[in-house]
């Protein structure tokens, strides 16, 4: 293999741009970079809880158990690995969702599930274990003040309020029109036809004025109830923005938005750089298109005094894809996105998880079985480890494949995350001197389809995380160390 030149790139302790020039994904792989950093940087500050997940409602069970039983084993432990947190309550189910005493049908069309008093003192027990809030999904979909109603009440009167961080009001409006909300049988023929949530011709315009009546009904009963929203998923809606704000950002706490880096909904679009495959997970335009349109949405909020909140974020769209999902790949990509959204000023991010899914950062289960950790989850402790509330930068690298954030706090100088997304060649990597040693925590595997991740020498079959870190000596004032293909690397440069 030909020697390519090692490259020198120096990252000065003035604050980067918020998102840099688009980095070309055919620039040649160097064999060796050298990474100057300040010792003191600025960068955006990281939320101490900017890590989350989302629960279906209709998953709640398989999460939290029956009303006589216990959390599935090891549920409290994978939260409590990631730090403070949030945990939203949500997903499609949301607008399924009806209040009710009696588990099962909520007796009205389009109520498919029924949240009961045990499920919110399970959610309230979670919370108070984990020191995580809650972010709530309240039914927009049926259109009716009492259905929000009865579900803020029956929350508030199982959770105590500094438990919950907001209530989201509805789930993706923008697809309404588009998606299915019950079925009409037909009492002679038995067919069935599907009811839309929303009329064919729903505009955004109707979206903000039922949105608006919901709100005064919910502030009638409590002027104080944290809202958020407005939970959309496509970009003419999200264009829209401004003018949502415009009307309520004064009645919100946090503006909410979605994004899946891919997409299978409807098979997805062969040829489409969205389309689920392991390339297009691992390319930098996914990050760049995504990080770029969650910048956007970061600054409109901030015009309104508001923070951002991804508050359902995956893979795949429609439930993941089996050999992208679930594998090395997965973890990869989750570090670069999640810190790439850090970077532009996102106050925090729900990873969502449906028990069964591939996308499942753990897989859970009502036999009382010990959680099976997938490669997301270890993606998702790695940013734990990296983040820690501190203030990110961006460190521009010479090759979309490999990237690299520092991360400053008052508790530890640096830390520094450099990532090789290529599929075969090895990095060498050399920072600067601060400090007599620091450590290093790897995470690794087999092949990006694979599930065979490690982090920090081990296997995540446990729910105790107990890591190994090597520890590294300076050579002639400077440490060096390889970063394999398809593998990150947490330096720490406090000893």
Known sequence: MRRRTALELALASALLPAWGAPLSE?????????LKFARVGRGTKVAQDFLGLSFEYSDLVAYLGRKNQEFNPGLVQLLKNLGPGTLRVGGASTDGTCWGLVPGPGGRPGCFFTLVP??????????????????????????????????????????????????????????????????????????????????????????????????????????????????????????????????LAPKLVLVTDHQYALSRCAGGIPGSFTFPTLDNLLSEKVIEFWVGRAATLVQQAQAQGLKLQVTEFNSVSCGGQAGVSDGLASALWVIDHLLALAQVGVRGVNIHTVSTSPYAPFKASLDGATPQIMPLYAGLLFCALALKGGRIQAVPTPSSRIKAYAIYDPVAPLRVVVLNKDLQHEVQVTLPRFTRSCRLLRLRGDAPDRAGVTLGGQSLQAEVFEPTEETLQPVQGKYRFPVPALSAVLVDLHT
């Open 26 to 34: 055919d620039a040649p792989l160097p064999e060796a970079v050298d």
């Open 118 to 247: 045990f499920l919110v003192r399970k959610l309230g027990a979670l919370a108070q274990q984990t020191g995580w809030r809650l972010i709530a999904g309240i039914n927009l979909a049926q259109n009716d003040p009492e259905v929000a109603q009865e579900l803020v009440q029956g929350f508030l009167a199982g959770i105590p309020r500094a438990q919950i961080l907001a209530f989201e009001l509805g789930n993706e409006p923008d697809l309404y029109a588009r998606r299915p909300f019950y079925a009409l049988k037909d009492p002679v023929t038995g067919v069935r036809t599907s009811i839309l949530t929303r009329p064919q011709d729903y505009s955004f315009k109707a979206y903000v004025h039922e949105f608006a009546e919901i709100q005064t009904a919910l502030a009638r009963q409590d002027p104080h109830l944290p809202l958020a929203g407005p939970a959309f998923t496509s970009r003419p809606w999200e264009d829209q923005l401004p003018d949502f704000l415009t009307a």
